[in-house]
Nanobody, 112 residues
Framework: QVKLVESGGGLVQAGGSLRLHCAAS????????MGWYRQAPGKQRELVAT???????NYAEFVKGRFTIDRDNAKSTVYLQMNTLKPEDTAVYSC??????WGQGTQVTVSA
C-alpha cells in the first residue's frame, strides 16, 4: 500500500521560510502527479501546488512567487519550499498523489 509521509512543518515568524518534505513508501513518482494542499481552521481544503512526473508545475495564485514545488524521483520525495511566509499561510499542509492518495498532514504555523 502506498503511503505518503510529510515532515518539515513547524512554527516560524512572518517573513520566514520552511521546507516541507513528502516521502513515498514506494517508488511511484514515475507515474503520478504530486502536490500539496492545505486546510486552515474553519476553512475548506485548498490546492497549493502540483508537479507532474515530467516536472510541470502549477501554483495557486496566493503562493506564486513565494512557494516552489519540486521533486526528486530517485528519492521518491516531493518538496515544498515556502518563503516569505505570512500568518494567513497557517494551516495543515497535506501531500497528495493522483489517485486520491493523501498523507497525514503537517502543521505550519506562522506568527505575526
Amino acid at each position: 500500500q502506498v503511503k505518503l509521509v510529510e515532515s518539515g512543518g513547524g512554527l516560524v515568524q512572518a517573513g520566514g521560510s520552511l521546507r516541507l518534505h513528502c516521502a513515498a513508501s514506494v517508488d511511484i513518482f514515475g507515474v503520478g502527479t504530486m502536490g500539496w494542499y492545505r486546510q486552515a481552521p474553519g476553512k475548506q481544503r485548498e490546492l497549493v501546488a502540483t508537479i507532474t512526473p515530467a516536472g510541470a508545475t502549477n501554483y495557486a495564485e496566493f503562493v506564486k512567487g513565494r512557494f516552489t514545488i519540486d521533486r526528486d524521483n530517485a528519492k521518491s520525495t516531493v518538496y515544498l519550499q515556502m518563503n516569505t511566509l505570512k500568518p494567513e499561510d497557517t494551516a495543515v499542509y497535506s501531500c497528495w498523489r493522483s489517485g486520491n492518495i493523501w498523507g497525514q498532514g503537517t502543521q505550519v504555523t506562522v506568527s505575526a
